[in-house]
């Protein structure tokens, strides 16, 4: 086994490469090691093309190992690993995003790059070793692929002075926690293609110094893989053309009836595109139907067959495309009449429906989301078991996409990759602006429903989540809009050369050439970026240009918003529940939970309220009902409360002894009442005076260095008698215990 290893040192770790020594029957295969996180790389291409397709099927994936982790799953039913997590979707998808514009868009094969996570060391997260791997199998494997690219991630972390916040490399799990920003950048020094950013409402001139920061720290990583390449690679396969006499003259054909088509159509497709504005999706959609009718109708006068009518008419879809870049480029003209910089229509509604706890309706153009918040009790968190995070996840929220939003037809099968990746990055932009958890502790959960889509609905679903959380009255710090911005380009290999950046893109103008460049954040700054792209990428001076237009497209989109709602409401739902949230000694949590749980479950039991207790104190007592929630607080607090000497409580008389009776002042807590604080008079028995039962008024007059306490009935009834009572004759009290009021007692539970 001949097994080649490459390594160099990157942000303070050494990161390698090992080929030859694992899955050597693929294409290409890496292993990448970035200080103890490893993860294996494959590419694999298949020998046969497949038929009857029109797009390049590539498929990115990446497969989280438990053992990689030493995790066992937490289920009882099931061991093994299952679907994969959000998370690990997540990391394939913006993988895919940078890998997919360099490959050839004619390949009809099926290519398949699965990244392994095989082993993590809880501070480097796998995603940017994975990536560095994946493009290393492709570049050495005999795929063809315009790569290698390389993919860091971008931290700025504020100085614990206060002063100027420093950027960093490649940050770890615990720096991620202090960064104003948790930046990753996928290209090469001189060009961008996929960026994924949170952030906690940085400037556009910050955005755009972390895009540049990471591009200045790619070329180490591109120069070790094509070291890798130029050491092991394989010859890259050509890519498949008809080689056969029949497919030669069969291409001959197509070229032909292209021709034709081309001579045919050209002349009415700006007619029909520009001739005057398609405002709506179902203008351009009927536009292009006529379009295509025409060309099947004129091939079918020259007896052309329905295989080649069909690859004329995906031919046609193309120059529409290409005709929208042309007048974008050339006249600044768009399909449904807007400047380049103007945002579609836009419709704000909150509280459309009547019984949940918040809601929004947002409509921009023919995009429109309703968002629906639903606030739950701090025991409804979701419980999140990963590789790289175990916890808990107070806010979450879910993006639903039917079929019936872009008029189509088709089966319900719960959340696809995109429907989860359009949730996550709606729920990263308006993370920023929720409140802490003490003084709001509710769970809180979004739902997004996309009704109609025509561009951007994860935009839209950020803008429709931030109105049904003011809707609701969740005191968020400020609205969060966000706006897909494009661009129309004449050469996919130099964008830079002739392009105008575009605002609020729609179905049309996402095409070749273009770019989908989604941008969120609040008045104050940035909260979220997704970037992909259908060029080789992006210069600086691109990335700044765009994040520029885009701040103004958001404050319109934020005014619209504003004058509809422009603070979180006063009150919440009177359908949502409601939380009353205190502190208690710790020392004390173990008196409110109870062996077993046997008091905090009668407090719940007998409330219907439901508790939650954090391990510093923090109770949160959640319930729909006022006066259970008031008798749940009483039973915690009184359960914890601090006893303090001079305090008059009602209480009750629970056990009698030839000494004294001992009294229940608050649950759980008892004091002794001795024989001689019973009474001004004499007292010949603890009977003569109270029996089990009796609710008598006690003041607290001791607390001893044990913590037990000693009451008065005496002095509670007489606030201005002396602390000690009068001598009188008879026998000492207490009997052989002599006068002395200690008592060996500690509090029950």
């Known amino acids: 086994m001949d097994v080649k290893r490459f390594e160099m040192e990157w942000g303070g770790r050494t990161l390698s490469m090992e080929v030859g020594k694992l899955a050597n029957q693929a294409n290409g295969a890496v292993v990448a090691r970035y200080g103890d996180t490893v993860v294996l790389a494959t590419a694999v291409m298949t020998a046969r093309t497949r038929e009857g397709i029109d797009y390049f099927p590539l498929m990115v994936d990446l497969e989280e190992k438990l053992y990689a982790a030493g995790m066992i799953k937490s289920s009882r039913f099931m061991k093994r690993e299952g679907r994969p997590s959000d998370d690990a979707i997540l990391t394939g998808r913006m993988i895919d995003r940078a890998l997919r514009p360099l490959f050839d868009e004619r390949i009809r094969t099926d290519v398949q790059v699965i990244v392994s996570v095989l082993s993590v060391d809880q501070e480097n997260d ?89 591009q200045k720290h790619l070329g180490k990583v591109i120069d070790l893989i094509s070291k890798v390449r130029d050491t092991v690679g394989k010859p890259k396969r050509p890519i498949v053309l008809p080689a056969t006499d029949l497919e030669m003259k069969a291409r001959e054909e197509l070229e032909a009836v292209l021709s034709e088509t081309r001579k045919f159509i050209t002349p009415k497709i700006r007619e029909a595109l520009f001739a005057d504005p398609k405002m709506n999706k179902s203008d351009r959609a009927s536009a292009k139907g006529a379009l295509l009718k025409d060309v099947d109708n004129h091939l079918l006068e020259k007896e052309i067959g329905k295989e080649n009518r069909g690859k004329a008419a995906n031919a046609v879809k193309e120059w529409i495309e290409a005709e929208v870049m042309r007048a974008i480029l050339e006249d600044e003209k768009r399909v449904d009449g807007r400047g380049l910089r103007d945002v579609r229509t836009l419709s704000v509604e909150t509280g459309v429906l009547p019984r949940v706890h918040g809601s929004g309706l947002f409509q921009r153009g023919d995009t429109q989301v309703m968002s629906v918040v639903t606030l739950g009790a701090p025991g409804d968190v979701q419980l999140i078991e990963g590789i790289e995070f ?25 959340p696809g990759r995109r429907d989860i990746g359009h949730g996550a990055l709606a729920e990263k932009a308006v993370a920023p602006v929720l409140p802490e958890i003490e003084p709001f502790p509710y769970t809180i959960r979004v739902v997004s429903e996309v009704m109609a889509s025509n561009g951007s609905s994860s935009m839209a679903s950020t803008c429709g989540s931030s109105l049904a959380l003011m809707d609701a009255g969740v005191p968020i710090a400020a609205s969060v809009a966000g706006v897909a911005m494009g661009l129309a380009s004449s050469d996919t290999q130099a964008p830079e050369k002739n392009y105008k950046i575009i605002t609020d893109i729609q179905d049309l103008e996402d095409g070749k050439g273009g770019m989908d460049f989604k941008i969120a954040g609040t008045r104050a700054g940035i909260t979220a970026i997704q970037l992909d792209t259908k060029t080789v990428g992006l210069t600086p001076k691109m990335v700044r240009e765009t994040l520029t ?108 002894m030839d000494f004294g009776a001992f009294v229940e002042i608050l649950p759980k807590q008892e004091g002794l009442v001795h024989i001689s604080e019973l009474s001004e008079g004499r007292v010949a028995t603890v009977r003569d005076a109270v029996n089990i039962g009796d609710e008598v008024m006690v003041k607290v007059i001791e607390i001893d260095s044990m913590g037990r306490i000693n009451l008065s009935v005496r002095q509670a009834a007489s606030p201005d008698a002396p602390p000690t009572p009068p001598q009188r004759g008879g026998p000492p009290r207490g009997g052989d215990r002599g006068p002395r009021r200690g008592f060996p007692f500690r509090p029950r539970g």
């Not at 404050?555 to 509809?564: A, E, P, Q, R």
């Not at 004390?588 to 510093?616: A, F, L, Q, S, Y």
């Open 126 to 214: 796998s995603d940017v070793p994975g990536f560095a791997a994946a493009s290393a199998a492709l570049a050495v494997s005999d795929i063809p692929w315009n790569g290698p690219i390389a993919s860091v991630r971008v931290g700025r972390i504020p100085s614990e002075d206060g002063g100027r916040a420093e950027w960093v490399l490649n940050p770890t799990f615990a720096a991620r926690e202090k960064s104003e920003l948790d930046l990753v950048v996928a290209g090469t020094p001189e060009r961008v293609i996929m960026l994924e950013a949170g952030a906690k409402q940085v400037s556009e001139d910050v955005m755009a110094e972390a895009v540049e920061f990471g």
């Open 390 to 414: 175990s916890g808990k996840k107070r806010y979450f929220h879910h993006y639903n996409f039917p079929p019936f939003s872009v008029g189509e037809a088709g089966p319900l099968r719960g």
């Open 549 to 656: 237009q885009a701040r103004q497209a958001r404050f319109n989109i934020l005014d619209s918003m504003d004058k509809v709602i422009s603070a979180p409401r006063a009150e919440l739902s009177p359908f949502a529940p409601r939380i009353v949230s205190f502190r208690i000694n710790p020392d004390r949590i173990r008196d409110v939970i109870g062996p077993g749980g046997k008091v905090i479950n009668e407090i719940i039991d007998k409330t219907g309220v439901d508790i939650d207790i954090e391990n510093d104190g923090l109770v949160m007592i959640t319930s729909t009902n006022a006066e259970s929630m008031a008798k749940a607080v009483d039973w915690v607090k009184n359960l914890t409360r601090e006893v303090k000497v001079g305090e008059v409580f009602k209480g009750k008389v629970t056990r009698l």
